[in-house]
């Protein structure tokens, strides 16, 4: 079981060194040289093994860059969800409310990379037919120095991922991450954690893929606008987020989502200054929606 309390704690040690607000990722996370090297070492003993080996795999030394890129990464993927999910509301306000929900879901989708990176799991693309997936704060096969983490690097060659592969790993990484109740308040009976990976992206494969695949009589009628203002109430009461055949499930979860990614990001940031002004600027870009809010588990506070 991992536990957010101890990621969080492991993460004030690679905080960037960015004043905020902080810039766009230099690279991607493949991109970086120290993991590219650590990468090329893998494939070339993997194209020479006959089966897969967790001491191969696990790399306990600093990887340079790594876990600081990975929490840029982090977060710009949160204001990057933030930003489509207005983007969203704007196309469902101008009328285009079948096509607003393909947007929806691109921001859930950037929400959920942005959630798993904050737990410390990130996916990269190697080939059209393999990825790497990378956890950052995997346990560690020996005891760790004084001056080391006590967490190591775990590289693990997998399938291409795709959009199903995405969504099976953060449900599986979901569901066995323990978060303090204070950070998500559904933590121990989330509806997510119910759901079949297919259902995260049922309605976006039936809207791209299908002929057939339109939600509303929008196509060339565009003078129905929709109200999202009760948006928040909605995400916060769990509507619409057990019926992922429901056309307004990609907005609930997208939201949800969100509202995750900056409970955890608040919850690093109670500790770091510049976490929490990153936390804050998400909130400051939401209050312009039309529900006014990036986190809908804080409005169960006030």
Not at 148 to 166: N, Q
Request: charged share 25%; with cysteine; hydrophobic share 40%.
């Amino acid at each position: 079981m991992r536990r957010w309390e101890d990621i969080r704690q492991s993460w004030l040690d690679y905080i960037p060194r960015h004043d905020p607000p902080w810039p766009v990722p230099e690279h991607e996370i493949h991109e970086l040289p120290s993991l590219a090297a650590e990468l090329k070492a893998l494939v070339d003993v993997d194209s020479r093994a006959t089966k897969r080996n967790v001491d191969r795999e696990t790399i306990e030394y600093e990887v340079e860059g790594l876990r600081v890129g990975v929490l840029l990464q982090a977060n710009h993927l949160v204001f990057k969800a933030a930003h489509v999910l207005r983007a969203m509301a704007a196309e469902s306000n101008a009328g285009y409310r079948t096509w607003s929900r393909s947007s929806a879901y691109q921001s859930a989708v950037f929400a959920s990379q942005g959630i798993l990176a904050l737990l410390g799991v990130v996916l990269i693309p190697e080939s059209r037919k393999r990825d790497y997936q990378i956890d950052i704060w995997a346990p560690r096969r020996k005891a760790a120095a004084p001056n080391e983490s006590l967490f190591a690097v775990r590289i693990i060659p997998r399938p291409f991922a795709g959009h199903k592969g995405l969504w099976s790993l953060f449900h599986h990484v979901l569901c066995a991450t323990k978060v303090d109740q204070r950070v998500w308040p559904h933590a121990g009976n989330d509806i997510l954690k119910k759901l079949d990976t297919a259902d995260f992206y049922g309605i976006r494969h039936r809207l791209h893929y299908r002929v057939t695949g339109w939600l509303y009589d929008d196509m060339t009628d565009v003078s129905v606008r929709e109200d999202l203002s009760t948006l928040a109430e909605d995400v916060l009461g769990l509507f619409y987020l057990d019926k992922p055949e429901d056309g307004r499930f990609p907005v609930s979860l997208a939201l949800h989502l969100l509202s995750l990614a900056l409970a955890l990001l608040t919850s690093l940031g109670t500790e770091e200054p510049k976490v929490s002004t990153e936390a804050e600027r998400v909130r400051q870009w939401m209050e312009g929606s039309p529900w006014g809010c990036a986190n809908v588990f804080e409005l169960r506070r006030t």
